[in-house]
């Protein structure tokens, strides 16, 4: 039997994208937690470039980078594909994929952690991200169709963690009135049994957020 071990942290949206893929494909894996704080030896041994989560080792092999996993999942294990079998369409996937992470993800965390007028010009940059997904999504349920496939998994992080940001800053950048078809994919992807069973307490990530964004946030000097 393969030997497969996912190291991550209770909390990481990237490594959430591997455990999905394992899951919508039933793999079964080992799960090591890290402390990002103090990290072990064996990640660092794993991943000594990027000294990071996620990790995956399948057989005694590391990989490194959610996307990169995520496709090597694919490759490996052909059940419940997560690309298209047509070339221009997985690499359409890909192309979204990275935007995701180019692109869309950046922007949005920008808006949590800047202030004022540079917070402003976040906002405006996390929108124009924003409505080229509404574009992309609209029409259907997945953004691979009628089922859940790598671009949803790249972009899973919008339909948990974006409702956490929101709450800790007092900002709200989806609605329902700019974009309908997005919310909408947030509900459909939140939802799947698959995805909904692996998502960390939200109490949880909360404490996390409001104690990032108050490291962010300037302190008046003392009187």
Partial sequence: MAELKLFRTWSSPFALRVVWALDLKGIQFDTIFEDLSNKSSLLLQYNPIYKKVPVLVHNGKPLAE???????????WKQTPLLPEDPSERATARFWAKFGEDKVLPSVYNVFIKQGK??????????????????????????????IGLVDLAFGWLANLLGVLEEVMGVTLIDHE???????????FADAPIIKESW????KLITKYKALHEAYTPKEAPK
């Fill in 66 to 76: 959610s996307l990169v996993i995520l496709e090597y999942i694919d490759e490996t």
């Fill in 200 to 203: 960390p307490p939200r109490d």
């Fill in 118 to 147: 540079d917070q402003e010009e976040a906002i405006v940059t996390a929108h124009e991200n924003l409505r080229n997904l509404e574009g992309l999504i609209s029409g259907k349920k997945f953004f691979s169709g009628e089922t």
């Fill in 178 to 188: 700019k974009y309908p078809f997005l919310l909408t994919w947030m509900h459909n």
